[in-house]
Every structure is written in C-alpha cells, then in structure tokens.
C-alpha cells in the first residue's frame, strides 16, 4: 500500500464515489433526487415519475406509466416460488422470484449492453419486482395466482395483489408516497453493494441482488418489522410509553428500532421523510378510525427526543426518528402482513439500485472497486506442522 489511509469503522464519512443521482443534506436535512427535493417530488408527482427520474435524471412527460410488463414471464415466476416451501423468509422468496425472472431473461439471448438497453431492462425490472413482492405474500399466505391489470397505477396494483381487492384512491396515494420516500438513499448498504457488483462488471440482475441480499440483514432492513412488533407488544396505548420504553431500555444493549441514521446524526439533522410522511399516517389512521398507532408512535417521539436531549446539548450525535418508524404503522393499516415490510422496501429501492448500476456501469465508468485491509493478524511466523499432520508422502 503506497500510502496509508484512516480506517474508519463501517466506512463513515469516507466518500466512496461520486453519484449523479441523491444528495443527502444532513445539515438542512434535506433529499434531492437529481437535484429535486423530495418534499416536492411528493407534492408533484407518483413513484412512476419519480422512478423514471432515478433512471434517467429527468422527469417523463405527465401521465407516464411504468412499462406494464411481460404477464407471461411473472406468471413462470409465480410457477418457481409455487415449488418453494411457504414458510421460507419472503426476502428469500424474493430473491428466488428476482434471479427466476433474471434467468429467463438471460434465456432470450446476449443481452444488449448500452446504457439505453439495460435503462429499458431497468424499467421493465422496476414494477416486476413490485409484482413479485405482492405474489410472494399471495404464496406465503396460500393464495393463488393473480396478475396486475394494465393500465392501472402500480401502487394500486401492488396494493391489490396483497389484499385482492382494490384500494381506495387514498390508499393507493398513501402506498405511493411510501414507494417515493424509499426509492433512493445514497450510499447505503444495499446500494453500496450494488455498486461492487457493477464495478465488476455483473449483470443487472445479479447487481439487484447484492443489493436485496444485503437488504435482508436486519442492520439495513427490517427495522419497520420491528417497529410494528413492538407497537403490537405494547398495545397502542399511547399513556403506557413511557413505562414500557424505561422497561426497554432497562435490558443490556436495548436499540429501539426506527430511530438513529448514519447519516442524519448531528445535533440538529432529523430524517427529512418523516416530516413527509407523518401527516399521511395520520390522515389514513383517521379514515380508518384508529388512531392508536399514529398517538403511540407520537409518544415514543416524545420520549426519545427527552432521552436524546442532554446528547444533542453536549453537541453528541443525535438519534432522530427515521423513516421506518413511520412506515411500520402505515403498511399496517393498508393491511401488509409485517414479514412482507422489508421485501416492499426492496421493491420500492429496486429503481435505486439500478440507477446505481448504470451510474457505475456506463455513466462514470467506473473501476473496479476494490480497497485494502489493515492487517492485525499475527506477525510472519516459520512454518511447524503438527505431529499428528506428518510430513507429506515421499518428503
């Protein structure tokens, strides 16, 4: 190594690239997408739009629709996760749907590699995976096949695979807004993964997978599962927080999940989607006249912003609410089955990953990512065999 450079533990604050795609404010807690901030891409316009931005860098025409698909393919998909065992992990499930549609794709032929074929790819991908996070929660629950209709919006499509009925226009609002808050995060872990796999050089495919895979472990996703798990333990009741959390936190190495970032960590940063999305929570949690949720999760604010007070004086890192504090009570009351939390994630950030792909496949160019280790093992040592190994035959 010519020259040393700082390990820095889980690589914070090491810039790792450059990106086209998200900047992320800590200092005015802000999300800009191609330079649009989130608050407005929220306001303005569906996740359609918005994923044809992450792809592209420039917003579509109005009334643009995501690429409805090969109902043929997702249908041979369906027929893969059928064989596989219902109680297997659905980001498993999901895993096999995404490499199952991968290969059949990989069966038609060399695919074309230029930035415009494998953005087209990237499209037909997008709303193929939401499809198969929908069909993964219709086989684990033991339910039949069912295809999204054409023509219709890809938040209500996804919505009816889960439910199989249609939601109401506000529903498929309040599904879209979540889809839009997790498309694109910077250099995340997934993303970061899926950079690694475009800088060698892999398919899109496999690229999404790293980043799915990585996505699984519960350091990245799940975190909105385990909101929702403890909102159920707790029962809703927005006047027990206060003891229930002194009796969480009373446990050695107690994280509550939904709060902290490694980003959104100064004194003053707060994770921007939560701004966005709490309002929606409320709303909804009001059409569907429970309201314990939205009190509760309130209440744990609350309590979290007082334990956090003394840090944040002292000018320590903050632990702010995060966006999947928020979207744990919405998918609850839009009816999402909580095993199925992380894999909606994964197909809301699938547009993500695949920007990342082509960013660093074709956009920059970029090489292979391939950094170096601070040795701590031990020091050059002659070799000994053991007694009970012997020396090799003929020696």
């Known amino acids: 190594m010519s020259e040393r450079v700082e390990h820095r533990p889980g690589l914070r604050d090491v810039i790792a690239g450059q990106t086209h795609i998200c900047k992320l404010d800590e200092q005015q807690s802000q999300v800009f997408i191609y330079g649009y901030s989130l608050e407005e891409l929220v306001e303005r316009h569906d996740y359609e739009a918005v994923a044809h931005l992450t792809l592209h860098g420039e917003l579509p025409p109005a009334g643009y629709r995501l690429p409805d698909g090969d109902v043929d393919s997702l249908r041979q998909v369906w027929e893969t996760l059928a064989r596989e065992p219902r109680r297997a992990h659905p980001m498993g499930l999901l895993r096999t749907a995404i490499s199952s549609y991968g290969n059949r794709v990989d069966a038609q032929g060399p695919a074309e590699l230029t930035l415009e074929a494998e953005r087209r790819a990237a499209l037909e991908l997008v709303p193929q995976v939401g499809y198969m996070v929908g069909l993964v929660a219709r086989h684990v629950e033991g339910r039949g096949w069912l295809a999204p209709e054409r023509g219709r919006g890809y938040a209500e499509n996804i919505l009816t695979l889960f439910r199989g009925e249609r939601p109401d226009e506000f529903e498929a609002r309040c599904m879209d807004i979540a889809l839009i808050l997790y498309t694109e995060h910077e250099f995340n872990a997934g993303s970061f993964g899926v950079r690694v796999a475009a800088s060698a050089h892999s398919d899109i495919y496999s690229s999404v997978l790293a980043g799915e895979c990585i996505l699984r472990g519960p350091r990245h996703g799940c975190a909105n599962e385990e909101v929702m798990k403890i909102l159920l333990d707790q029962g809703g009741r927005p006047e027990g927080v206060r003891a ?133 093992g031990p020091p050059g040592r002659p070799y000994s065999p053991s007694p009970a190994y012997g020396a090799p035959a003929g020696v």
């Open 244 to 376: 229930y959390l002194d009796s969480f936190f009373a446990q050695p190495g107690a994280r509550l999940p939904g709060f902290g970032h490694a980003v959104y960590n100064l004194p003053h940063s707060r994770d921007p989607r939560v701004s966005i999305l709490r309002p929606w929570v409320k709303e909804l949690s009001r059409r569907k006249g429970d309201m314990r949720w939205y009190e509760t999760i309130l209440a744990l604010e609350e309590y979290m912003a007082e334990r956090m007070k003394p840090r944040v004086e002292r000018g320590q890192p903050n632990a702010p609410a995060n966006m999947d504090l928020w979207t744990a009570p919405l998918y609850y009351l839009l009816g999402i089955p909580i095993p199925l939390y992380t894999p909606l994630f994964a197909a809301s950030r699938v547009a993500g990953w695949a920007a990342h792909y082509l960013e660093v496949r074709y956009v920059n160019n970029e090489q292979l990512l391939r950094p170096r280790a601070d040795y701590v």
